[in-house]
């Protein structure tokens, strides 16, 4: 059973100010690429910020099919099933973002660069404070 929380749909690339104020008020950041047609919106901070839950299945397929289309820029089969067009959905909201800041200042994309550039093995869906661990032991094995 999965915690439904509040989404905010916001513009990407978000400002490390902006990220960490929507944090604090308990809101998960996705890229408004992904945001399903019918959300609720509200407005924060001069940004428009969309609002919806962690899973699919409160949207509709033809909802579920324009997100899909929209966030990849290709159709789901036409007979894909509610089914798979909810998990193809929530993959797609599972996604790690890329341009989340770890502590040490980087973000995901130039932490993960760097351990592909090392030739390293790692899970892309570790938290980004793990990956940037991961990279600096990496870097002290090298020096």
């Known amino acids: 059973m999965t915690k439904e929380r509040q989404i905010a749909y916001v513009k990407h690339p978000v400002s490390a100010k902006k990220k960490a104020e929507l944090v604090a008020k308990g809101f998960r950041i996705i890229d408004a690429r992904f945001k399903p047609k019918g959300a609720d919106e509200i407005e924060g901070g001069g940004q428009k910020i969309e609002l919806g839950t962690d899973s699919g299945a409160g949207f509709s397929d033809e909802q579920l099919r324009a997100a ?3 966030a990849t820029g290709k159709a789901p089969h036409h ?3 509610r089914e798979k067009l909810i998990e193809a959905f929530n993959a797609l909201n599972a996604r790690p973002d890329p341009e989340e800041e770890a502590a040490n200042g ?4 130039e932490i993960v660069a760097d351990l ?10 570790l938290p980004v404070d793990d990956l940037a661990a991961l990279r600096d032991l990496e870097r002290e094995k090298r020096a």
Request: glycine share 10%; hydrophobic share 25%; no cysteine.
């Open 116 to 125: 592909e550039s090392m030739g390293v093995e790692y899970d892309d869906t």
């Open 79 to 81: 007979k894909l099933g």
């Open 106 to 109: 980087l973000t995901r994309r």
């Open 68 to 70: 899909i289309t929209e």
